[in-house]
């Protein structure tokens, strides 16, 4: 077939009509031929007429051929399945309703999980060659960001010996949100600001939309300050202004210079501290931070052709050379690096939660296409007349299926459309989760490949529950069929025999739903329940800002004001002030017993919180031995430190720890007190070491004032910003934000994947309990005949009743024994998603079985009340 | 009534180049012709051995005219009837050469073939 004919084809497609017509006239004329030249060899008109018309050999029969011959006959024939299906559906509303319904929400949940799974795991990131890069950190750190980083020696060093990396560039990672304030325009304003490596954005490859990139005078000692804006605060703060490039803004009173604007694109919160905006890049001065102690987390790009494997080789040989601080020479041998791929850093700790969500939404296709499955039996009962009298007609199996198959994709597609609208809402709202702490969530949209995937989805779909029906269906007797409908009943015992195989492996597949979802979700409880050595209801903290001129004498002053002033507000239970947070900060400085001897890396940092007096009050903590903080602690008199629990017993393990000598940062310190632990990073994970200094002996970054009450955030916030203001009129609008927020915060990817499984195995029940009421349901109006005779013959409504319902729990304890079997080998593994639950855990298993158990009874119950209500006089005269 | 389709339908793939040749060819002979003329020329050379439903010498007309092999327009016979006249057209002479050659060389090898087993047989 040559091009054009296959144009002509496909025009000739779109002009039937005219064709038809054409091809009507020329046989006209063909056949006027005919009778005339039969006429002149002497035959009679009737005869002639008769001849040529045999010679023809049928009008209708040749324009089918020539149809055929110039159009396209199997689009004729899938238009002519098609104008049949929307027949059908049309006649049967509620049917290809639920249906459709059913598809869209399986559909739907499946190509937005995809999309998920597609803009987390499967996307590159949204870098220049971004499996190039890699994420360099320390191997063996124990205790927190400041065990996993680098100092300015270490990276420097690094930098100029490897030969793996074409760049290596590194940011500060200890910042806070709400580091610096926009000032010199009324009010100042709190935004968070990074501190980058001067060739961070060469090296990720990230051009600015606007302006230029950091210069190497701009990292200099000394150099003019700089500052590169990210897209989402010029929008805000600047309204888009271009002319911002090149233009000074003050920050922290400072003024600096913007130099240019990110391009939209670079979300550096999304890829590198999920749930947290950053508002601008400021370099980092190198020189200003060697002694600062471990500051950068590395990232580096390979040179072409270098694999990942070589550069792990290399760094394990430089990493011993480096140098904590060229300074100090025994500073030397501590570090180690493991190289992996920058993706596998960003969302390599998702693979295994987002690839369970994916197998729980194919679960629910499942359940829904044995469930449409089911339906669709139970329209072949009522079809099977249908379907005899066109097998009947000569319309040969392979058609008969074709049609079924056309109906199940036409459903399928219907759904599709249906779900896709579904998943569109659904990542749209994910996309703007903007506090959700999974990276990459940004970028999480519907796209091409999700298309595709739908499509997929959609097929599969349609294929799964339309070939079982379709089989059945075309392979009826002919025979059987017409007599078997003729009497109304036994329609199918092997019929309703799959029907119930198919609502049991229903019941099974919402069993392990069910269980996978009762197991996180028991987790995702007892995470909650977790003691995290605070208490972070009715505690709220806000960033606090003064000036105390590096006096520590004069920041005692204002801390202690400050205090004062906020603990008069009615209300306010405690107050205290702490640099940093559990769950917010993580720095962590070395901490040994003095006069005790320890193997080299031995002993873990212990993260540090500079804080006040009320502190442990105002968090809800607990002083297990000795004493707390109190505004004796001077500078200048004795310094002191609180440990936590696990510290104090490592350290001292048989003695009593309190009035014991410690030493940190070349200090002496005395121990006064021993703390509860607390989950410092994560709820998942037990704290490690903790000491608490106080502000009035240690140098604090930063204050946050934290407060316990019972009254809400909003009433407090105006009274609390009013008392900081009278204190410090340059104190910044910072919110006031509940400890809680940071929990949440904490638990937000767990919560996210909980109530997802959770959605999808309530999805799943229901599901099933729809398939159980129609089995029982059809089988009851099958069996209203025999119902009818019972009754006459004298079986009560209760027994009827007993009986179907009997029938249901059949049915629900088949598929719930199954169900659990096979939930053991999938609760195995999931084993590493559960959080102090055991992958056996008695609860979820036994909750999901009396769930299902009664759903079953439910959907059973209400057909049972309809059998018990057979008349027996209208059913047997039915007949 | 299964096979009887089944054989048709035989009948009908084993016809279908061929037909088109032959309509070629009697184009080529007669000049422009209309449907019910191809096909009573083609039962009157063939001696009435090809069994021809004249219905289906539409389909392989327009089969032929949607190749651009044969061109057709509407006009007058002789005996001032309206009738659908198809014409050679260059594309339709080249492939007519085409296919003649083909028909020679395969019934040529045919024959050789045949004429071969026979031979065998007998020794």
């Known amino acids: 077939m040559n091009f054009r004919q296959i144009v002509q084809r496909a025009l000739a497609f779109f002009r039937k009509k005219p064709w038809d017509r054409d091809f009507d006239a020329e046989a006209a004329s063909h056949l006027d031929f005919a009778i005339e030249e039969n006429i002149r060899v002497g035959l009679a008109p009737e005869e002639a007429r008769r001849q040529a018309l045999v010679r023809f050999g049928g009008v209708q029969q040749s324009r089918e051929k020539h149809r055929e011959a110039r159009g396209l006959p199997w689009l004729d024939s899938v238009m002519q399945d098609l104008r049949y299906t929307f027949r059908t559906l049309r006649r049967d509303r509620s049917f290809a309703l639920v249906a459709v319904l059913m598809l869209g929400l399986g559909i739907g949940a499946n190509v937005a999980v995809f999309s998920v799974v597609n803009g987390i795991l499967l996307r590159p990131l949204p870098l220049h060659n971004p499996e190039r890069l890699v994420w360099i950190e320390s191997a063996t750190g124990r205790s927190g960001l400041s065990s996993l980083t680098y100092s300015v020696d270490a990276y420097e060093e690094f930098r100029e010996r490897n030969r ?136 580096g790009r390979l040179k072409p052709g270098v694999s990942l494997t070589q550069a792990q080789a290399e760094a394990n040989i430089l990493a011993p050379g480096l140098y904590f601080n060229v300074k100090y020479p025994d500073s030397k041998g501590f570090y180690t690096m493991k190289v992996r791929a920058l993706k596998q850093y960003v969302s390599g700790k998702l693979r295994r939660p987002l690839i369970v969500l994916w197998c729980a939404v194919g679960f629910i296709l499942l359940i829904v296409c044995v469930n449409l499955s089911n339906l669709l039996l139970a329209r072949a009962a009522s079809r099977s007349k249908e379907f005899a009298m066109r097998s009947a007609l000569g319309a040969g199996r392979g058609r008969l299926i074709r049609q079924l198959l056309t109906e199940s994709l036409v459903l399928a597609v219907a759904g599709a459309v249906i779900g896709l609208g579904i998943a569109y809402a ?46 059945r269906m075309s392979g009826q007797d002919v025979q059987t069929s017409l007599k078997d409908m003729s009497h109304g009943m036994s329609a199918g015992r092997s019929h309703q025999r799959l029907r119930s195989a198919l609502v049991i492996s229903e019941l099974a597949l919402a069993c392990v739903l069910l269980v996978g979802a009762g197991l996180l979700l028991h987790s995702f409880l007892r995470l909650l329940d977790v003691d995290l050595g605070f208490q972070p209801s009715h505690a709220a903290a806000i960033k606090v800002d003064y000036n105390d001129g590096n006096n520590a004498a004069k920041r005692t002053a204002i801390l202690h004001e400050i205090l004062r002033r906020v603990e008069a507000i009615p209300g306010i239970e405690a107050a205290g002030i702490s640099d940093n947070l559990p769950l917010e900060g993580n720095r962590s400085w070395g901490l040994r017993a003095k006069g005790k001897q320890y193997r080299h890396g031995e002993l873990p940092g212990a993260f540090v919180y500079i804080i006040t007096p009320g502190y442990f009050q105002a968090m809800g903590m607990h002083l297990l031995e000795g004493r707390a903080f109190n505004w004796g602690d001077r500078n200048g008199s004795q310094p002191v430190v609180i440990v936590n629990e696990k510290a104090a017993h490592y350290l001292w393990p048989h003695e009593n720890p309190i009035g014991q000598m410690a030493v940190t940062g070349g200090r002496d310190i005395r121990l006064v007190g021993v703390v509860s632990n607390v989950r410092q990073s994560s709820l998942e994970k037990q704290g490690g070491w903790q000491m608490y200094l106080p502000a009035s002996q240690a140098g604090p970054a930063g204050a946050n004032l934290v407060v ?59 599901l099933a309990a729809l398939g159980i009421f129609g089995v029982i349901s059809y089988s009851v109006t099958q069996r209203t005949h025999e119902i009818g005779i019972r009754m006459a013959l004298g079986a009560t409504a209760g027994l009827v009743q007993a009986n179907v319902l009997s029938q249901t729990l059949r049915l629900a304890v088949i598929g719930v024994a199954l169900g659990t079997i096979a939930s053991f080998a999938v609760a195995r593994l999931i084993a590493s998603l559960l959080f102090e639950t055991a992958p056996t855990d008695p609860v979820a298993f036994a909750g999901t079985i009396a769930l299902l158990g009664l759903t079953a009874l439910l959907a059973g119950w209400i057909p049972a009340r309809r059998a018990s209500r057979v008349d027996p006089m209208t059913a047997l005269r039915a007949n | 009534m299964c096979h009887t389709v089944a054989m048709s339908q035989e009948k009908l793939d084993l016809l279908q180049g061929t037909l088109d040749v032959m309509v070629l060819q009697t184009l080529a002979v007669m000049g422009a012709q209309h449907g019910y003329g191809i096909a009573r020329r083609i039962e009157q050379v063939s001696g009435n051995q090809v069994l021809l439903n004249q219905g289906t010498i539409y389909a392989s007309l327009v089969r032929l005219q949607q190749r651009g092999w044969i061109s057709a327009a509407w006009g007058t016979s002789d005996n001032n009837r309206k009738a659908k006249f198809y014409a050679l057209t260059k594309a339709g002479r080249k492939q007519l050469a085409t296919e003649t050659a083909h028909w020679e060389r395969l019934s040529g090898v045919m024959g050789r073939v045949l004429g071969m087993q026979r031979e065998e047989a007998e020794s």
Request: no cysteine; glycine share 8%; aromatic share 10%.
């Open chain 1, 164 to 299: 793996a990396l074409q760049s290596v560039t590194g940011y500060f990672p200890f910042t806070s949100p709400d580091n610096v304030n926009l000032t010199g325009h009324g009010e100042p304003l709190p935004f968070t600001s990074i501190t980058v490596v001067g060739n961070f954005f060469r090296t990720l490859g990230v051009q600015p939309r606007l302006g230029r990139l950091f210069t190497a005078e701009e990292t200099q000692k000394n150099g003019r300050p700089a500052v590169l804006l990210a897209y989402p605060f010029w929008k805000r703060q600047f309204a888009g202004d271009p002319k911002i490039v090149g233009s000074t803004i003050d920050l922290n009173d400072q003024p600096v210079i913007v130099v240019g604007v990110l391009p939209k694109s670079f979300d550096f919160g999304t890829i590198f501290s999920p749930g947290e905006k950053v508002d601008m890049f400021v370099p980092a001065i190198l020189d200003n931070m060697r002694d600062w102690g471990n500051v950068f987390t590395m990232i």
């Open chain 1, 426 to 471: 659904i990542t749209a709202y994910l996309a703007h989760q903007g506090s959700l702490a999974l990276p990459l969530l940004d970028s999480v949209r519907v796209d091409g490949a999700a298309l595709a995937w739908t499509v997929l989805v959609a097929v599969a779909a349609a294929l799964l529950f339309g070939l079982l029906p379709g089989f």
């Open chain 1, 708 to 766: 316990r009450s019972k009254l809400p955030v909003s009433a407090l916030a105006p009274s609390i910003m009013h008392t900081l203001r009278s204190i410090n009129p340059q104190q910044p609008s910072t919110q006031l934000r509940p400890i809680e927020a940071d929990v949440d915060h904490a638990v937000s990817p767990r919560r996210f994947f909980v109530s997802l499984v959770s959605a999808f195995a309530a999805f799943g029940l229901l």
